[in-house]
């Protein structure tokens, strides 16, 4: 992107919502989108796994995701993923029913992860009845289609018992990582 003061380059700073001129020292924040992410139009090495076109790199709660522009899909590292719903849920109000559980034919889709380029796991996120995401074990990334992240943040919360394998609903001393 180029600077709307001077139209020298712009580029992105680690960890910043925002792009910097060199030249003239501006500052640009771009809009959230319906999403919730700044897209700072900074062209990543990956490519989106679903439409393939280059993924950007793009903000969500000042954590640094990658972003299609065409599909308006999020490639999310697993850490991050769950600082962003950290984020996200302590900005939130009353959570919601997710208005319709997902058509299982989605659990058929076979997507390639961007950085290995393995297939990815195609799985419900916490459990039957939710949202479906993919993700790569290997790589440690999750993908999520338009509009699954905000699903996810106003969905009921879950606790993964690791002891019975189960997924029950929020209890009070259940705490995402900090």
């Known amino acids: 992107m180029n600077c709307p003061n001077c139209g020298a380059p712009m580029r992105l700073l680690d ?4 792009l910097t001129c060199d030249y003239c020292q501006s500052v640009y924040f771009p809009e959230k989108n319906a999403d919730g992410v ?9 490519s989106c796994p679903v439409c393939a076109v280059r993924l950007v ?10 972003y299609c522009t065409r599909c308006r899909g999020n490639l999310i590292p697993a850490t991050v993923f769950v600082l962003i719903l ?5 900005h939130r109000g009353d959570t919601e029913a997710i208005p319709h559980p997902p058509d299982p034919q989605e659990l058929q889709r076979r997507i390639q992860c ?7 796991d195609t799985h419900y996120y916490a459990g039957p009845g ?25 969905a009921p919360d879950h606790a993964y ?6 997924i029950s609903q929020y209890t009070a001393d259940f705490k995402l990582p900090e």
């Open 130 to 154: 939710n949202i479906v995401i993919d993700d790569c074990a290997s790589c440690e990334l999750n993908w999520l289609d338009a509009g699954e992240l905000m699903a996810i943040m106003r």
């Open 114 to 120: 961007p950085q290995c380029h393995r297939a990815m």
């Open 86 to 90: 950290r984020d996200l849920r302590a």
């Open 15 to 18: 960890g910043r919502e925002c």
């Open 38 to 46: 700044r897209v700072l139009d900074e062209p990543s090495e990956l």
């Open 161 to 166: 018992d690791p002891d019975s394998g189960s």
């Open 57 to 66: 790199h793009a903000m969500i709660e000042a954590h640094q995701i990658l």
